[in-house]
Nanobody, 126 residues
């Protein structure tokens, strides 16, 4: 089993920055990728960013490309999401997730992730 603990959410004005962290513990040896998803009220959970555990390739939703940066610290089993130039439409609960390696793995589909954090609220005021 894997446990994911997120931190770093909060309230920020438009144009500001926040950094989210997600620490993984437990079974992480077969991790394919870790990612961030978000869910705003009344909307479906959507992909934000992901990073491959081996190699470090990164992937971003078009809506955050150029503003958000995902990174990892393998020694700490931790990923980060640096969010700059925040907009009110970025307001959501942000979830960290971990996907194990399997045939057909892809970072974009929430249903393929095996473990989820509890979520952290990010609110951007205009």
């Amino acid at each position: 089993q894997v446990q994911l603990v997120e931190s770093g959410g909060g309230l920020v004005q438009a144009g500001g920055s926040l950094r989210l962290s997600c620490a993984a513990s437990g079974r992480t040896f077969d991790t394919y990728a870790m990612g961030w998803f978000r869910q705003a009220p009344g909307k479906e959970r959507e992909f934000v960013a992901a990073i491959r555990w081996t190699g470090g390739s990164t992937y971003y939703a078009d809506s955050v490309k150029g503003r958000f940066t995902i990174s990892r610290d393998n020694a700490k089993n931790t990923i980060y999401l640096q969010m700059n130039s925040l907009k009110p439409e970025d307001t959501a609960v942000y979830f960290c997730a971990l996907e194990r390696a399997r045939i057909g793995s892809t970072v974009y589909v929430a249903g393929l992730y095996d473990s989820w954090g509890q979520g952290t609220q990010v609110t951007v005021s205009s």
